[in-house]
T-cell receptor, first 112, second 113 residues
Framework: QKEVEQDPGPLSVPEGAIVSLNCTYS??????FMWYRQYSRKGPELLMY????GNKEDGRFTAQVDKSSKYISLFIRDSQPSDSATYLC????????????FGAGTRLFVKA | EAQVTQNPRYLITVTGKKLTVTCSQN?????MSWYRQDPGLGLRQIYY???????DKGDVPEGYKVSRKEKRNFPLILESPSPNQTSLYFC????????????FGEGSWLTVV
């Protein structure tokens, strides 16, 4: 079993839809939870960062962490064609020297 | 501008021909690492370095070497490339290993035939 599981998609939605992206994990020591966005032929860039459980909102993006279920989510409201990209979840723990484990990434297409 | 620069961006090479992918960062970061990205497998860490002259294996180090002689540079060396090393490679740097501070390069597409 992988430490971090993420559905690779692809996920195709119409413009304006609410998008939900999810990851599950097995290591209860993870404390730092990130979402990276990767456009085609580019390196990943940090989109959202959350420490421990709870929600974090930034514009159209909301990150949720449920440590009891070992489940994290990224919601995108009013999705735009420019949101079309691969979204990777990532997590790390103090134990293990903050090593970051990445999910496989979900490919998102937002159709105009 | 904060940057991680890696070269070459695209390379086709033949089995067994040694190659080096260079990586340089301008943020004075201590921590640097190399990842490979393959479909369905996500980003997997190859090697990392906590500081100058301090390197260690990641999850998939076989067939790769690295060196860290200067803080800003962290080259990835494939001594004898094989077709299973065909992949997209990313160099990354950060102040600390924590994922919320990682900066990635643009990627190097490597094909070994």
């Amino acid at each position: 079993q992988k430490e971090v599981e993420q559905d690779p998609g692809p996920l195709s939605v119409p413009e304006g839809a609410i998008v939900s992206l999810n990851c599950t994990y097995s290591n209860s020591a993870f404390q730092y939870f990130m979402w990276y966005r990767q456009y085609s032929r580019k390196g990943p860039e940090l989109l959202m960062y959350t420490y421990s459980s709870g929600n974090k909102e930034d514009g159209r993006f909301t990150a949720q962490v449920d440590k009891s279920s070992k489940y994290i989510s990224l919601f995108i409201r009013d999705s735009q064609p420019s949101d079309s990209a691969t979204y990777l979840c990532a997590m790390s723990a103090v134990t293990g020297g903050f090593k970051t484990i990445f999910g496989a990434g979900t490919r998102l297409f937002v159709k105009a | 501008e904060a940057q991680v620069t890696q070269n070459p961006r695209y390379l086709i090479t033949v089995t067994g021909k040694k190659l080096t992918v260079t990586c340089s960062q301008n943020m004075n970061h201590e921590y640097m690492s190399w990842y490979r990205q393959d479909p369905g497998l996500g980003l997997r860490q190859i090697y990392y370095s906590m500081n100058v002259e301090v390197t260690d294996k990641g999850d998939v180090p076989e067939g790769y070497k690295v060196s860290r002689k200067e803080k800003r540079n962290f080259p990835l060396i494939l001594e004898s490339p094989s077709p299973n090393q065909t992949s997209l490679y990313f160099c990354a740097s950060s102040k600390v290993p924590s994922g919320n501070t990682i900066y990635f390069g643009e990627g190097s597409w490597l094909t070994v035939v």
